[in-house]
């Protein structure tokens, strides 16, 4: 088995931990206390809004338990709000460490201070916060999203190459103010806007799932019958939308290409099958990288500020090759 994620600065950040640690007991009063050294975590998920995001559950579920951490899970229904309750009640519960995926970028110094003011340190998980103080987080996990759009791009730039006519682009974006949909929408646009040819003539929020993606493209073919090519934020609005593009009599992949990012099962299906012409990958199996991050911070070891995940791209040559060993 290929393993997927590695950490960036792997040397300096092992430097790090071993030069400042000074041996078990170091960790010893940040446990919560009573002498029980079991870590407890809570987690304040996004939502479950997309294959990616159950695959990312599932990975964080199964590494806590392996890894002998107590997991406490939160659900916010793609909702800031409720982030922020689920952070506060794992304050409250004087937690070990808190992890959680923000589902959008801004708003967060408020709560991430009133957990640094109770000591009890925080990692970001897949989605990044606008904070400056950046001491108010440990460390983020995840995966470089600018990049993401950007390789979207280059696949587009490639396809198209030596044409001259216009190519019209309609863009589904994910959860308005979300980093990966800031992200993916800005590293796409900054790749492509080199050649005039390329026209984003429509982009509209799918907020990451199948339902939004297939009712905002069913409108997006009626207002607009010349679209050539999609490129959705993530492979949920793309299926979606692969839906509306039939019931339209066209044909996903040939009439209309389609890019979408993640590769999870569903849509590396759909790219096997050439309904989909390129997606760009973004892990979801962010937890065994985070229970070790967990357990160094909670022991007050210095961690790298940045923890990338490493991602590929894939044909649909490339998807039937993985389809038989894709886990999710
Ligand atoms: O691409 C999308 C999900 O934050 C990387 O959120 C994640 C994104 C992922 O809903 O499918």
Redesign the pocket.
Same mark, same amino acid.
């Given at each position: 088995m290929l393993k997927r994620l590695s950490v960036a600065l792997v040397a300096g950040a092992l430097a790090f931990g071993v030069a400042a640690c000074g041996g078990e007991e170091a960790g010893g009063g940040s446990t919560g206390g009573g002498g029980d050294d079991k870590i407890t975590m809570g987690f304040a998920q996004?939502?479950a809004?997309?294959?990616?995001?159950t695959a990312?559950t599932k990975s964080i579920q199964e590494s806590a338990a392996s890894a002998g951490i107590e997991l406490k899970f939160s659900d916010a229904q793609q909702k800031q709000e409720n982030q922020i309750k689920a952070i506060r009640s794992y304050i409250a519960q004087k937690v070990d460490v808190i992890a959680f995926?923000p589902v959008v970028e801004t708003g967060w110094d408020t709560v991430l201070k009133e957990a640094k003011d109770a000591n009890i340190p925080v990692i970001l998980t @897949?989605?990044a916060v606008d904070s400056q103080d950046t001491s108010l987080y440990k460390t983020f996990i995840?995966?470089d999203?600018v990049l993401e759009g950007k390789k979207a791009g280059e696949w587009l730039v490639k396809e198209y190459e030596g044409k001259t006519e216009p190519v019209n682009i309609v863009q589904l974006e994910?959860?308005t103010g979300?980093?990966?949909a800031n992200d993916?929408k800005s590293g796409f646009t900054d790749v492509i806007k080199a050649d005039p040819k390329f026209k984003i003539i429509a982009s509209q929020t799918g907020e990451?799932?199948r339902a939004k993606g297939k009712e905002v493209m069913e409108a997006l073919i009626k207002a607009n019958p010349d679209i050539d090519v999609l490129y959705a934020?993530?492979?949920?609005?793309g299926l979606g939308a692969i839906e509306a593009i039939e019931a339209a009599g066209k044909k996903p992949g040939t009439d209309i290409k389609i890019i979408t990012? @993640?590769a999870?099962k569903d849509g590396m299906t759909a790219l096997a099958a050439g309904k989909i012409n390129f997606i760009v990958e973004?892990s979801?199996l962010l937890g065994p990288q985070l229970m070790d991050l967990a357990k160094k911070v909670v022991k007050g070891e210095q961690v790298e500020q940045r923890v990338l995940t490493e991602e590929t791209t894939f044909t649909p040559e490339q998807a039937k090759a993985a389809l038989p060993e894709r886990k999710y």
């Open positions: 996004v939502g809004e997309s294959g990616w995001r990312n995926s @897949d989605r995840g995966s999203f994910g959860t979300s980093a990966p993916r990451f799932t934020h993530n492979d949920d609005m990012v @993640d999870v973004c979801p």
